[in-house]
């Protein structure tokens, strides 16, 4: 395979990332994220931050393990709020979690990255991972958008749909990603002054029913 530099100048938006996942079929969406045994394989931050050793990949050999890499920078990249997935340890989180699942979802990640390398060395006669990224978004713009695409991509929209959950769900399940989220659990309140105005505008109710 032929090597070629990265272009890293075009990216998905995180905000656009997460209205993809609520318009996703419920046929596609087989992983569920945030299980009890997703807890187990939770997201890690860089393993040779510390002085640790390098994670070695329990499922992907090398070429998949670079591309998985890739790709998930691809869905969740960094942005002005925090890190990308790969800051996040989101490709540990995934190797660990299909290491656990095993079964027909290992199968189907490793072939879609397969699927990913052909369609890209039919197209610009390299490997997805040495496209630059204009070429990788015209590859995944064929199968991010399942009301879009042609019903001979429609394995590919499955596997790109389940890895892309994957990633959502390792991400915000990650020290990264909760720090990226605009709630982060329940505070201590010295004094209840009741709800918001603006909240209960939204709801359709007023501060007479709410105390009554």
Same mark, same amino acid.
């Not at 989101?90 to 290491?99: A, G, Q």
């Not at 390299?126 to 991010?144: E, S, T």
């Given at each position: 395979m032929k090597n070629k530099s990265t272009d890293r100048g075009i990216r998905f938006e995180r905000r656009d990332i997460l209205k993809l996942m609520t318009g996703v079929p419920a046929t596609?969406?087989?992983v569920a994220p945030f299980t009890s045994a997703m807890a187990t394989a939770a +997201?890690?931050? +860089?393993?040779? $931050?510390?002085?640790?050793a390098a994670y070695q990949p329990k499922v992907f050999n090398p070429h998949e393990w670079r591309t998985l890499r890739i790709l998930t920078d691809l869905i969740m990249p960094a942005d002005q709020r925090s890190g990308s997935a790969t800051q996040a340890g989101? +490709?540990?989180? #995934? %190797? %660990?979690?299909?290491?656990i699942k095993g079964g027909t979802l290992v199968d189907e990640i490793r072939g879609g990255l397969t699927w990913l390398d052909m369609q890209s060395n039919r197209l610009f006669q390299? %490997?997805?991972?040495?496209? +630059?990224?204009? *070429?990788?978004? $015209?590859?995944? %713009?064929? #199968? *991010?958008y399942p009301a879009k695409a042609a019903s001979e991509d429609?394995?590919?929209v499955s596997?790109?749909?389940?890895?892309r959950d994957l990633v959502v769900s390792g991400f915000f399940t990650s020290q990264i990603g909760v720090r990226d989220l605009p709630y982060l659990g329940n505070e201590p309140l010295d004094e209840w002054k009741g709800c918001p105005a603006q909240v209960l505008a939204k709801l359709g109710i007023d501060n007479a029913q709410v105390t009554t």
């Open positions: 596609l969406m087989s +997201p890690q931050q +860089p393993a040779t $931050q510390s002085g640790q989101v +490709p540990e989180f #995934i %190797d %660990d979690w299909l290491n390299y %490997d997805f991972a040495d496209c +630059p990224v204009a *070429a990788q978004k $015209q590859i995944l %713009d064929r #199968i *991010a429609l394995s590919a596997f790109f749909n389940k890895l």
